[in-house]
């Protein structure tokens, strides 16, 4: 008898447990007041649980109906579902589809995105509330604020406290919308600003938009504080993709620094040099691809020192076979490497076609950091600033601690004096140009991390790599490097205010006007062009 009477308790509490949604929340669904039904869905919204998603998730998606007395059922294939008592059964007769306006779904999908934060999965939340913070709207407080008490991830709540702020800015209370913008002096959300103007401006006949003084007041320094903390993000963006723009110029200009600034051999295909790195490094991506899948994300390891080979190679060959009979014709040598790059241009489009083609990123270079609210720091962009320095790093390393590098500098120096005491120039020369073609081949590399390949990606190099060494002082490691960095933070700074193009015409303007003060750029120049 216990037991059987233990049986009807725990049913009973089963069926308790499970009450399914109230039909007094169901019933304005299939009326005809479009504000009812809205509120409706606000109030589904905010149960905040299974019940509630699958009616909204059923709603948004056309598979909601109703029966002619007014009972909903979720329809999927010959089933139907009822929302106010969990069973599932035969379809109904009559059943009729819900008519859904664009206002209903719209109010649909802002509760399912609502109840995102309530997911189990805390990358689901986090990025729930990172969507939020770009739009909210006031029909989602109740549902933020419920999911702010039960969350306790040190990241995602503070986002939410903000989120809830930015929906309260809407509410009917004074003294909410007070203490919501009060709450927002902290935010890095460039969203906000229009909202906050908007409450310091008056109505056409004279009255202001927000009638409180207090929340006007609090608006216009909470805005104060907001363009501070925007401006200062600004500022350190800037400062890190010039310094990333940087190391792009340098990684495409130390390979010049060595051919042009050591040598003096005015090398026209240079930018075809970066291009063929980067097509080594594609030749990688699709040789790991097809042989090595499962370690896909580590053929840019393999692809350095491929592209440095085979470039290094490429080099040697021109050096070799053209430039090493046009040394001190610097005329006769630009036009022949000119020639040279039309040539690696069209047989790349011969061998590869005219279309680019794509280099995807590796796993643990896509995506990127956030700083400071609202700053995104890519990865591959770090990347590229610490490949840089190890990239400078390792030709000083080669130039000043190497038996090559000091034969190099020896030849530089005083090429006859070096003949004399028996280096032999000619093999010198051979080396010193491959080694800068080499490294314009790692410049190829990082390259194809930034955008697509093609035939024509070193034309756009070419330029801005010669202005780097020729600013940086023909022959000088540090100067190159200098020379890159300011450049890309000058070019950085320059684009908000007067735009890409009219930066790199400043930017030209002002080292035509360097050189012509200080023809030697920033440091002296020293070399085989200096004899």
């Not at 939020?132 to 406290?161: F, W």
């Not at 489009?349 to 590796?362: D, H, K, L, M, S």
Request: charged share 15%; proline share 4%; net charge neutral.
């Amino acid at each position: 008898m216990l037991r059987k009477l233990f049986l009807i308790v725990c049913l009973g509490l089963a069926c308790k447990a499970y009450a399914g949604i109230d039909p007094a929340l169901l019933a304005p669904l299939t009326g005809d007041d479009p504000d009812a039904r809205v509120e409706a869905i606000v109030k589904i919204g905010a149960l905040a649980n299974a019940d509630a998603t699958r009616l909204l998730t059923a709603l948004k998606n056309d598979a909601l109906y109703a029966t002619p007395d007014g009972h909903l059922y979720i329809v999927d294939d010959d089933n139907a579902y009822d929302p106010a008592t969990g069973a599932t059964g035969p379809l109904p007769e009559g059943l009729d589809g819900l008519m859904v306006n664009n206002r209903l779904r719209g109010a649909a999908d802002d509760a399912l995105s609502a109840l995102k934060l309530f997911a189990p999965d805390r990358a689901l939340r986090l990025a729930a509330a990172t969507e939020l913070q770009k739009s909210v709207t006031l029909a989602q407080a109740p549902l933020i604020e419920k999911a702010l008490t039960a969350e306790n991830d040190a990241e995602i709540r503070p986002m939410l406290q903000l989120v809830a702020a930015t929906a309260n800015l809407q509410s009917p209370d004074g003294a909410k919308r007070k203490a919501a913008v009060e709450a927002l002096a902290s935010s890095s959300n460039a969203n906000l600003r229009p909202l906050l103007q908007a409450m310091q401006t008056d109505n056409p006949d004279g009255t202001h938009v927000e009638p409180d003084e207090g929340v006007r007041v609090a608006a216009a320094h909470t805005l104060a504080a907001l363009d501070s903390r925007l401006a200062r993000t600004e500022f350190i963006g800037n400062l890190f993709y010039g310094i990333s723009l940087g190391s792009v110029l340098l990684l495409t200009a130390l390979g010049l620094a060595i051919t042009f600034g050591l040598m003096g051999i005015i090398n026209m295909a240079h930018g075809e040099l970066l291009m063929i790195g980067a097509y080594t490094t594609y030749m990688c991506q699709m040789g790991f691809r097809r042989f090595l899948p499962d370690a896909l994300d580590w053929y840019l390891v393999a692809a350095l020192p491929a592209a440095f080979i085979v470039t290094a190679a490429v080099g040697v060959a021109l050096e070799r076979t053209v430039i090493r009979w046009l040394y001190g014709r610097p005329l006769e040598t630009l036009l022949a490497t000119w020639g040279i790059s039309l040539i690696l241009m069209q047989s790349v489009r011969t061998i590869f076609g005219a279309q680019n083609v794509e280099v995807a990123n590796p796993a643990w270079m896509s995506g990127g950091v956030t700083v400071l609210g609202s700053l995104v720091l890519a990865y591959n962009r770090i990347a590229i600033i610490v490949f840089a320095i190890f990239v400078v790093t390792g030709v000083w390393l080669i130039l000043n601690k190497t038996r090559l590098g000091l034969f190099v500098r020896a030849v530089m120096q005083n090429r006859r004096m070096a003949g004399c005491v028996g280096v032999s120039t000619a093999k010198i020369d051979m080396m010193t140009f491959g080694l800068g073609s080499g490294i314009a081949g790692l410049g190829g590399v990082a390259l194809s991390q930034l955008g697509n390949v093609g035939p024509d990606l070193g034309q756009g190099y070419i330029v801005d790599s010669f202005m780097v060494v020729v600013l940086g002082g023909v022959g000088q490691l540090a100067g190159t490097v200098i020379a890159a960095l300011g450049l890309g933070e000058a070019n950085k700074f320059l684009e908000p205010v007067a735009g890409a193009v009219l930066a790199k015409i400043a930017i030209l303007i002002f080292i035509i006007i360097f050189i012509q003060k200080r023809p030697q750029g920033l440091f002296a120049m020293k070399g085989r062009s200096a004899e």
